[in-house]
């Protein structure tokens, strides 16, 4: 089984900065596509970025220009740079990734969610 492990959340102030990092751990497992995607109260999940296993990026109109996703193979690790934070920045993230195991002879591919961490940015 593939876990996800997310860090980097907190507080900040408009204006300011916060890196957030998600490992992948586990055995026999190949990652596709990682993303982050966040929740605000009352609102529904929505994808911030997410990247390919190639380097393709895309993201949310609402952070083009200031977050910045990558990511690192060897490590299995996800990172967002969110720069020039806004209160309505302020969410739930949660990492996603893509992952293919092998089951038995077959190969399975399904999405894996980390916890979550919380980011609130204070006006």
């Known amino acids: 089984q593939v876990q996800l492990a997310e860090s980097g959340g907190g507080l900040v102030q408009a204006g300011g900065s916060l890196r957030l990092s998600c490992a992948a751990s586990g055995s026999n497992f190949r990652i596709n596509a990682m993303g982050w995607y966040r929740q605000a109260p009352g609102t529904q999940r929505e994808l911030v970025a997410d990247i390919s296993s190639g380097g393709d990026t895309n993201y949310a109109d609402s952070v083009k220009g200031r977050f910045t996703i990558s990511r690192d193979h060897a490590k299995n690790t996800v990172y967002l740079q969110m720069d020039s934070l806004k209160p309505d920045d302020t969410a739930v993230y949660y990492c996603?990734?893509?992952?293919?195991?092998?089951?038995?002879?077959?190969?399975?591919?399904?999405?894996?969610w980390g916890q979550g961490t919380q980011v609130t940015v204070s006006s």
């Open positions: 996603n990734a893509v992952i293919s195991t092998a089951v038995g002879r077959n190969l399975v591919t399904r999405p894996s």
